[in-house]
């Protein structure tokens, strides 16, 4: 089994961690529907990019 050959310094650690951090999803508001969706996404009410593609759920 491989084992470090040296100590994991606390800054090193800290440095390799910054990265493990949550993201604030997407939202847009969409005119044709009055209501906000994720960007790149059809919304709940089947518009994409101001356009009906899909029928509603």
């Known amino acids: 089994m ?3 050959a ?3 310094s606390s800054a090193k650690k800290n440095r390799r961690r910054t990265h493990y951090k ?5 939202v847009k508001f969409d005119e044709a529907t009055g209501d906000y969706s994720r ?7 089947g518009y994409y990019k101001g356009r009906q593609v899909r029928d509603a759920k």
């Open 22 to 26: 949550l993201t604030a999803p997407t």
């Open 39 to 45: 960007s790149h996404r059809v919304s709940l009410k």
């Open 6 to 8: 040296r100590h994991t």
């Open 2 to 4: 491989a084992v470090p």
